[in-house]
């Protein structure tokens, strides 16, 4: 169910009804909004039209019983790659998407698709694609077989390759209303109450991702005491020292990478509201806090310390320098 993004379900599927579309699509928009959902739609909804029996549903929707379905539902789909980061043998996800992965799409596309004349591929995200694995991924933008379609999700299109973006029609995916935030979150979250996806609703800024993090793994409180030092600031150390102890376990893993993400995006909710002075402080803070989430994995960063630094940039805005 694609809820909250009519201008890109519309511009797809007007585009495969006419059977005049790009092979390349650059799903571009913030974290959680629906990008990787609308992918697997697409992606399914072509190959189930190609492959027939013939499907009436409206936009996006493929009727769960179509044989085509049911094989993409169980990961079995013959024509269809979806490559994201893999999962390491100590848990956790790797750094990026290896240079063998995209590599591997070659065994699809060098041979006659199996169910119709068309395949698909997702990935999500093309930001995780290390640097030799974006020029992989190039050469095949480049030249793509007849009838392929690659799907790309993009949290941040400003920084992938201009080569990259040349060759893909850009979708824009935009920040979902309250609406339909509470609809999509009532449709998953059958046990949570009216008012607790109301509250959801309000932190998540848009993203029914990051509301559904913040309902997993019980961030409500670590963005509660987030936003406190955002606006009111941390004079004495104790609400940063709190959120570092809170996330500096290894136990706290999951919770320490979903804090990492949660942040810029409460600055840039901040920044909308704030004029002059403030808001010069906030965007600058925005800067430093995406800068710190993109590094502090790749470098493996002490936990606590890098939240401790977050809970700095945070105090930031609140003061005046």
């Known amino acids: 169910m694609i809820v909250g993004q009519g201008k890109a379900v519309e511009a797809f599927t007007s585009a495969w009804k006419t059977r005049r579309l790009h092979h390349a699509w650059l799903l571009a928009g913030p974290r959680g909004v629906g990008k990787a959902s609308f992918a697997r739609a697409a992606a399914t909804r072509v190959l189930a039209e190609a492959a027939g029996p013939a499907v009436v549903e409206p936009d996006l929707e493929t009727p769960p019983n179509h044989p085509m379905a049911r094989l993409m539902a169980a990961g079995s789909h013959p024509d269809f790659r979806w490559l994201e980061r893999l999962e390491k043998d100590k848990g956790g996800l790797a750094r990026n998407i290896s240079v063998d992965q995209v590599r591997s799409l070659g065994d699809l596309l060098s041979v006659t698709p199996s169910m119709s004349a068309w395949r698909a591929i997702v990935i999500d995200s093309?930001?995780?694609?290390?640097?030799?694995?974006?020029?992989?991924?190039?050469?095949?933008?480049?030249?793509?077989?007849?009838?392929?379609?690659?799907?790309?999700?993009s949290h941040a299109p400003g920084r992938l390759l201009p080569?990259?973006?040349?060759?893909?029609?850009?979708?824009?995916?935009?920040?979902?209303?309250?609406?339909?935030?509470?609809?999509?979150?009532?449709?998953?979250?059958?046990?949570t109450t009216p008012s607790e996806i109301e509250r959801l609703v309000e932190f998540a800024n848009g993203s029914v991702g990051r509301a559904l993090a913040i309902a997993e793994l019980d961030l409500a409180p670590l963005e509660s005491?987030?936003?406190?030092?955002?606006?009111?600031?941390?004079?004495?150390?104790?609400?940063?020292?709190?959120?570092?102890?809170?996330?500096?376990?290894?136990?706290?893993?999951?919770?320490?990478a979903a804090f990492l993400e949660l942040v810029p995006g409460l600055i840039a909710g901040e920044a909308t509201g704030l004029q002059g002075e403030a808001r010069g402080r906030a965007l600058d803070?925005?800067?430093?806090?995406?800068?710190?989430?993109i590094i502090a994995p790749r470098l493996s960063l002490d936990p606590a310390a890098t939240v401790f630094q977050l809970g700095t940039i945070l105090a930031s805005v609140s003061l005046p320098r």
Do not use: W
């Open 285 to 293: 803070a925005y800067a430093r806090a995406r800068e710190t989430a």
């Open 163 to 191: 080569t990259i973006r040349s060759r893909c029609r850009r979708l824009d995916f935009g920040k979902l209303s309250d609406d339909a935030m509470t609809s999509l979150l009532s449709h998953s979250l059958h046990e």
């Open 225 to 256: 005491e987030a936003l406190a030092i955002l606006r009111q600031g941390d004079p004495d150390n104790a609400r940063r020292s709190k959120l570092a102890s809170a996330l500096g376990s290894k136990a706290s893993a999951e919770r320490y």
């Open 126 to 153: 093309v930001d995780d694609l290390e640097a030799s694995a974006a020029n992989a991924l190039l050469k095949m933008l480049e030249e793509p077989p007849a009838n392929t379609l690659f799907f790309l999700v």
